[in-house]
């Protein structure tokens, strides 16, 4: 509906919410009352002073009536309902909804807001509880200190005949131990919250080599073209500080560099809107491994899909994250994913369509196949990595086909109920 034509739905808006009857007002403003409930129900267009006449007595200004609701207000609208189920058809009436119902559209926008920026937190924080080493010990130590205070003050409190040198010991603990509590609960508040600035950015070599990869969008041109070696790019990165992140971001190079002599870039690129992101048609039309056309596809500029990588322990050694699809920073996935499934099954390819639970309950087609790397060396096991393809599904095409199986990133931030793979309490589930 146009926007001008929501004049009247905004006029029967503001006399009700002004708790007036349609006959008080068409008295106030000198017309029928049948005449207002045809300006009410957007059957009459009106403009020049009768519509000042109407905002006067409703105690608004007349671009309150016309002008209808903001492009934000309905933008968040939109976003609200977006993966929610909301028909198309219904998603259009979105600034009928806002110009009818102002206050209810305020309220469910800012619900939507509220709403989205408490699952970003608790993602956040919940990840860093669950995964990262240096605040477990942070943890430790505030608590450990405090422990050492609370004895130290005992001793203090009871032993009323302590020897005055040994008084005065104890005391000097205190007052370090006390130092030292202030100094760990600071840290550990910088942890928490990174805007304080109080904790030094903390990081493992992986971490700094998918910052490195994200900081080049996953895609290395110049490296593929011959025109830089990979000990260019890893010498002069910020993000890798440590030799061990530049050993690890230059074997991700190499690697590149290898399939992409085996797959170039415009080739693939050129049989994409013919063949779509399908790693099976994919590999038959070029001829290569399932597992090279992953990686590529994984890489190509602005499609948006994600790639995890994993060995036979469960660690996961490569991440590359789809919008709506998390991956946790430190092993400890979903232990439903097709990239596990696929570990003892070399040469399967297995396809499965999940669904993340969620706010918006993203759809995905992952493919998963396993391989071995390395030599093979008699009466010992070979080393298996898995590779598992995240393609996002459209809305449209999430009806089609088979049901979406439900698996989470990992247990600690999943709220799917009833689930056999689960090995730890979520601290999303209720009564936590």
């Known amino acids: 509906m146009a926007r001008e034509a929501l004049t009247g739905s905004r006029i029967r808006e503001r006399r009700i919410i002004a708790g007036l009857k349609q006959a008080d007002l068409a008295r106030r403003i000198g017309i029928s009352a049948s005449y207002l409930n045809l300006i009410e129900h957007n059957r009459r267009r009106i403009g020049g002073k009768l519509l000042l006449d109407i905002a006067g007595a409703l105690g608004v200004e007349a671009s309150a009536l016309t002008e209808g609701a903001e492009a934000a207000?309905?933008?968040?609208?939109?976003?609200?309902?977006?993966?929610?189920?909301?028909?198309?058809?219904?998603m259009d009436r979105a600034e009928?909804?806002?110009?009818?119902?102002?206050?209810?559209?305020?309220?469910l926008a800012a619900s939507h807001r509220k709403t989205s920026s408490l699952e970003r937190a608790v993602e956040t924080l919940s990840d860093r509880l669950a995964h990262n080493p240096e605040l477990a010990a942070s943890v430790h130590e505030v608590l450990s200190t405090a422990a050492a205070i609370r004895s130290t003050a005992s001793?203090?409190?009871?032993?009323?005949?302590?020897?005055?040198?040994?008084r005065e010991r104890f005391h000097a603990n205190i007052n370090e131990d006390s130092r030292r509590l202030a100094a760990s609960s600071k840290t550990l508040v910088g942890f928490l919250d990174a805007e304080t600035g109080e904790a030094a950015v903390s990081s493992t070599p992986q971490e700094e080599v998918e910052a490195f990869l994200a900081a080049h969008e996953f895609n290395f041109a110049e490296l593929e073209a011959g025109n830089v070696q990979p000990a260019d790019l890893v010498d002069g990165a910020i993000e890798l500080s440590s030799n061990a992140a530049r050993h690890v971001a230059r074997d991700v190079l190499e690697r590149t560099v290898a399939d992409s002599r085996r797959?170039?870039?415009?080739?693939?690129?050129?049989?994409?809107?013919?063949l779509g992101p399908d790693p099976v048609a994919l590999s038959r039309h070029f001829d290569l491994p399932v597992i090279t056309i992953m990686r590529r596809l994984a890489?190509?500029?602005?499609?948006?899909?994600?790639?995890?990588?994993?060995?036979?322990?469960?660690?996961?050694?490569?991440?590359?994250?789809?919008?709506?699809?998390?991956?946790?920073?430190f092993g400890a996935a979903c232990p439903l994913w097709p990239l596990f499934q696929v570990m003892g099954q070399q040469g399967h390819l297995l396809c499965q369509r999940v669904q993340v639970p969620g706010r918006t309950e993203a759809v995905f087609d992952c493919f998963a196949a396993?391989?071995?790397t390395g030599p093979l060396t008699v009466n010992e096991p070979p080393l298996i990595e898995a590779t598992m393809l995240?393609?996002?599904v459209p809305g449209p095409e999430q009806l089609a086909g088979a049901t979406p199986a439900e698996m989470g990133a990992s247990c600690r931030i999943c709220s799917r109920r009833g689930c056999s793979g689960r090995r730890e309490p979520s601290i999303l589930s209720e009564g936590f």
Do not use: C, Q
């Open 73 to 90: 207000l309905i933008a968040a609208l939109r976003d609200a309902a977006h993966g929610t189920g909301v028909p198309e058809a219904e």
């Open 299 to 329: 890489s190509v500029p602005g499609l948006g899909l994600g790639l995890v990588v994993a060995d036979r322990s469960g660690a996961l050694l490569f991440r590359k994250g789809a919008v709506g699809f998390t991956i946790p920073r």
């Open 390 to 392: 995240i393609v996002p």
């Open 155 to 166: 001793i203090l409190a009871e032993d009323k005949d302590l020897d005055a040198s040994w």
């Open 263 to 274: 797959l170039a870039m415009s080739n693939l690129v050129a049989v994409l809107p013919k």
């Open 96 to 107: 009928e909804f806002a110009g009818r119902f102002p206050g209810w559209a305020d309220a």
């Open 370 to 372: 396993a391989e071995a």
